[in-house]
């Protein structure tokens, strides 16, 4: 399993000094409607782009640190971005909340992996999808007796979730409580640890993180039974702040809509998801 990190990992990716001028010259060509050169140039050196920085949080197998490096599907495919956009870029693995936080104060950032929705939507530029987000309960698949009506008629089974994430958020607003219905965990990789020792009955869990956990436990995935779902309409994106630089969005959606193309993104994939 990853390791656990509560600090910041950088990570650079340092494209040529050729790729960085042939990107910028491309830019102002092709964006004649973008913010005046001279006023970005203030934010960047003047030998070439700034550093873009990428703010994530432990998250796996989209992003997180292993042994201090940062690590996963979505922090490869951001750095393969980079690479290909001429940019240089850094990551950092923060806590989520300290993430959001440090994003917001850079405009030359991205956020990820983050869930769009409408109220989100003016605040980043949006680059994306990273993934589709596919949030289920489970069951272990032996136990054929744990049948849950519905979220909300649990039928006295336990359901575990992660302590301060999202779904425990839903949770918690459509009126479940815990320690009766509820077996708030740590992390994903410690809830489905006490599933699999019986001191929880069902687990909420991404379908990718899922997979990913089984894994690395070394147990196939078929150990796992969806009963129901809980949030399966909505995609991971990558977010640079409202007020970040049009241009550079643009050429990081290009370098990733060139990845998806020319297969280099399925390849990634499947490293994480075969």
């Known amino acids: 399993m990853p390791a656990s990190y509560t600090g910041a990992m950088p990570h650079v990716i340092e494209p040529s000094p050729e790729r960085r001028r042939c990107c910028l010259l491309l830019a102002a060509a092709l964006l004649p409607g973008a913010m005046p050169a001279a006023a970005w140039a203030s934010r960047r050196p003047a030998d070439g782009p700034g550093e873009l920085v990428g703010f994530t949080e432990n998250l796996p197998p989209l992003n997180y640190a292993d042994n ?149 436990m070394k147990l196939p995935y078929e150990a796992l039974t969806p009963v129901l779902p809980l949030d399966v309409d909505k995609s991971y994106w990558f977010g640079m702040p409202a007020d970040g630089d049009p241009a550079l969005a643009r050429r990081l959606q290009a370098a990733l809509d060139r990845i998806r193309r020319d297969g280099r993104y399925e390849r990634l994939r499947q490293q994480y998801f075969a």
């Open 68 to 216: 201090g490096v940062p690590r996963g599907f979505a922090t490869e495919l951001l750095q393969a971005m980079a690479a290909e956009a001429g940019q240089r870029l850094r990551v950092e693995v923060l806590p989520w909340q300290r993430s959001v936080q440090e994003s917001a104060r850079q405009a030359d950032s991205v956020l990820f992996s983050l869930t769009r929705t409408p109220e989100r939507e003016a605040q980043f530029r949006w680059i994306g999808p990273i993934s589709p987000r596919r949030i289920l309960v489970y069951r272990l698949s032996h136990r054929t007796e744990v049948r849950p009506a519905s979220l909300k008629q649990l039928n006295g089974w336990r359901l575990g979730v992660s302590r301060d994430s999202a779904s425990a958020k839903q949770l918690l607003a459509e009126g479940l409580r815990p320690e009766t219905d509820l077996e708030l965990g740590l992390d994903d990789a410690t809830n489905l640890r006490k599933l699999l020792a019986g001191r929880m009955d069902l687990i909420v869990l991404l379908d990718w993180a899922a997979a990913w956990h089984l894994r690395e």
